[in-house]
């Protein structure tokens, strides 16, 4: 993409969210908000999966630490912003923790071993009730309030909630651009090829599961004062595999890609809410029929079809095959 064409669609793309809640009601501004929501927590799991090629089924898990580590402070009175910060720091460490096994297993042995912490996690918030309420949850979670202005009203709680989006987003958009991004790119490519120029790959691993943890748990954070209740099965395993839904169905390793998978997952099914009972059917049909025909996500549809109406630069065999020769 030319360089003057990327600023000018993000600048679009921030006035159309900036516009879209304007004229609606309570349901679809939450319905927006929940689009921001996941999508925080999907860019965390583009890092650790997308850039970093790492598996994991245990985003969600990470959301139910920053929300009940954020609800449990509120409560206690604390404000939402000084909440935050234990929680998000909370979910580094565990996440830092997690990776660990990383470091010894790969591929569906990694997925198994995440998918067993988001089930450890969701026994421990069902049976310590004495913390975390058990099967009846929490409720009553405070919004955020600075005085000057108040989000306990639905579309001030959308701006909220769409400023953090952004200022995480500008983050992201740093790491992914930094050194670190490429040691990201570089240990999903080739972990040994990494190694050898120098890539401190055991570093890198920690640090790609426990930043995409991080922002699985400002999403949870996000997600209590949202929904202002909050229980066990609202983060279990399913869950967990309908942010890796986003990621994939969005584009793994494109920086754009959770804000189109959390689109398709979270506001696709409302928009198909005028077919009554069959929603839901026409809704899976649609996502196997994306995963079956574009398997790099919406993101990667474009380079598809640009490849195809417009060609793409053809290469001479003789440079392709360069180092084959003899």
């Known amino acids: ?115 067993a912490f988001n089930t450890l996690v969701f026994l421990v918030l069902r049976n310590e009730d004495w913390l975390t309420g058990g099967n009846y949850g929490l409720s009553g979670m405070p919004r955020p309030d600075f005085g000057f202005v108040s989000t ?39 972990p040994i090829r990494a190694e050898s120029l120098g890539v401190d790959t055991r570093r890198i691993t920690l640090l790609a599961f426990a930043i995409g943890s991080t922002y699985g748990g400002l999403a949870g954070a996000l997600i209590s004062p949202l929904v202002q209740f909050i229980e066990p099965g609202s983060f279990a395993v399913g869950h967990s595999l309908r942010i890796l839904l986003m990621v994939v169905v969005g584009g793994a390793g494109f920086f754009f890609g959770p804000f189109l998978g959390a689109g398709v997952v979270i506001l696709l099914p409302e928009l198909l809410r005028f077919t009554e009972g069959y929603y839901l059917i026409i809704y899976s049909a649609l996502v196997i029929v994306m995963l079956v025909f574009t398997p790099r996500g919406l993101i990667g549809l474009w380079g598809m079809l640009r490849d195809r109406f417009f060609g793409k630069p053809q290469i001479r065999a003789d440079v392709e095959q360069g180092p084959k020769l003899k």
Do not use: D
């Open 1 to 115: 993409m030319r360089a003057y064409l990327r600023p000018l669609l993000i600048a679009l793309l921030l006035v159309l969210a900036i516009l879209a809640p304007i004229g609606q009601g309570n349901y679809i501004t939450y319905v927006l908000t929940s689009w921001l929501v996941f999508s925080i927590a999907a860019m965390g799991l583009n890092l650790t999966l997308g850039y970093a090629g790492q598996i994991s089924l245990a985003q969600a898990s990470f959301m139910a630490i920053g929300a009940y580590t954020s609800a449990l402070l509120t409560l206690a009175g604390w404000h939402w912003m000084a909440a935050l910060v234990p929680a998000l720091l909370l979910c580094f460490v565990v996440g830092l923790v997690l990776g660990y096994p990383a470091l010894r297993v790969k591929g569906h042995f990694l997925a198994f071993v995440t998918l």
């Open 152 to 190: 306990m009203k639905q579309h001030n709680f959308y701006y909220f909630t769409l400023a953090i989006t952004v200022v995480a987003a500008a983050i992201m958009w740093w790491i992914v651009r930094s050194p670190w991004g490429r040691a990201f790119k570089a240990l999903r490519e080739n």
